[in-house]
């Protein structure tokens, strides 16, 4: 089962490791206990010591998932790794992080969402639902129809992500996704963002 919120930490964010990780320690005194680190710009071996740094300083009470890079997931020693279309393919992923490691796949169009139904993939993720400025050339918003017709086209649990808020949640939620990613709507107050967001998606 998912958690209703899936917390994204995007390194381009934060000025500087400090503050990454102090923003991953309120998150997690909020109560999330999934996150995602999103790293698109550093080096493979600034991102291993991240995420290394980041295992240190949350233990076991966050399941960490690395983007992109079933690796760096692995050295890291995290709980498992979430591919988009151009990444390793989601049975190349599974390839790399055996059996039990999680394995989430981004999705952003009906035909994509029926290929990854048919991996290993431990969830969904469709996206954007609404338009973003955290993600370089998005794909074109699907909106909360798109959310409906995901849930149609599998039973695996489903991540909604893209210009997800405090406002709009709600709507998503009930669209049938079993959890909202959400990168920018914690960035301010992460700890008081994470728990409203609990507090909204009881
Ligand atoms: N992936 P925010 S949208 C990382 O459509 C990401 O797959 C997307 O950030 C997808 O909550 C997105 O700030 C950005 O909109 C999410």
Redesign the pocket.
């Known amino acids: 089962m998912l958690p209703r919120l899936y917390a994204?930490l995007d390194t381009s964010c934060f000025q500087d490791n400090q503050a990454l990780f102090w923003t991953a320690e309120q998150f997690s005194a909020a109560g999330v206990t999934l996150l995602q680190c999103?790293n698109k710009s550093g080096n493979a071996r600034e991102m291993l010591e991240q995420a290394r740094e980041l295992k240190r300083r949350l233990g076991d009470s966050v399941k960490l998932i690395m983007n992109d890079r079933a690796d760096l997931c692995l050295a890291a020693g995290f709980d498992g790794v979430h591919v988009g279309q151009e990444d390793l393919s989601p049975e190349g992923a599974r390839k790399v992080i055996g059996e039990h490691l999680w394995l989430g796949v981004?999705t952003?169009i009906p035909e994509q969402i029926k290929e990854a139904d048919k991996t290993s993939a431990d969830y969904i993720?469709i996206?954007?639902v609404f338009a973003?400025?955290?993600?370089a050339n998005?794909?074109p918003v699907v909106g909360l129809e798109g959310v409906r017709n995901a849930r149609t086209l599998t039973r695996k649990p489903l991540v909604a992500?893209?210009?997800?808020n405090r406002a709009n949640c709600r709507l998503v939620i009930e669209a049938g996704a079993d959890s909202v990613a959400?990168?920018?709507?914690l960035m301010r107050e992460p700890r008081k963002s994470a728990e409203d967001f609990f507090r909204i998606l009881g």
């Open positions: 994204i999103r981004s952003h993720a996206g954007p973003t400025v955290s993600k998005p794909d992500i893209g210009g997800i959400v990168i920018s709507d």
